[in-house]
């Protein structure tokens, strides 16, 4: 049984390296998705045209990955330390960030249909990126409000600017 203790921190690095690794694993299996037709009767060319929508769906999520990427790089140079709570609600945008190649695919799909399988596609990928801002935030609201998880220089301000500035992302995702 695995006990809690409210002060226990750790050094964030181990945390940042598993994150990174997470962040490259789903940017690489994005590209998985991508195939050509199994008969290229028509062509290659063809065939590349008719891959659009993976391509389409691969473009926009590698960009979503690494905008998310990006920002939480910048919040790990603001956080020091991590504790229990913090490196759950890591876990959860994790969680979230390794099923985006596959709701990448379901996209991908539903552009191609035409019936209401499409908007239900269009909505569920946007649903699951939108749903990834809640343990971003969290994590970020969560590092900011405890000063002894941050790094001794980070401006309060900085960090009021910032919670507001993320509560951004998931707006506008939706």
């Given at each position: 049984m695995i006990v809690e203790k409210e002060s226990e921190v750790y050094k964030?690095?181990?945390l940042v390296s598993y994150?990174?690794?997470i962040f490259s694993i789903a940017l690489t299996l994005l590209v998985i998705e991508i195939r050509?037709?199994?008969?290229?009767?028509?062509?290659?060319?063809?065939?590349?045209v008719e891959s659009w929508p993976q391509f389409l769906s691969f473009i926009i999520s590698f960009l979503i990955i690494t905008v998310v990427w990006?920002?939480?790089h910048e919040m790990f140079h603001n956080?020091?330390?991590?504790?229990?709570?913090?490196?759950?609600?890591?876990t959860l945008l994790m969680l979230n960030i390794v099923l985006i190649p596959f709701v990448a695919s379901i996209l991908g799909h539903s552009f191609v249909l035409t019936n209401d399988d499409s908007k239900l596609g269009c909505m569920l990928y946007g649903m699951w990126i939108s749903l990834g801002?809640?343990?971003f935030n969290l994590l970020w609201n969560h590092a900011s409000k405890n000063q002894e998880?941050?790094?001794?220089?980070?401006?309060?301000?900085?960090?009021?600017?910032?919670?507001?500035?993320?509560?951004k992302g998931p707006v506008l995702y939706l």
């Open positions: 964030s690095e181990r994150s990174d690794a050509l037709p199994e008969h290229l009767e028509a062509g290659l060319v063809s065939a590349l990006f920002n939480h956080i020091q330390y991590v504790d229990y709570r913090l490196i759950i609600f890591n801002g809640i343990p998880l941050l790094q001794k220089n980070v401006d309060y301000g900085l960090a009021q600017a910032l919670r507001r500035h993320y509560w």
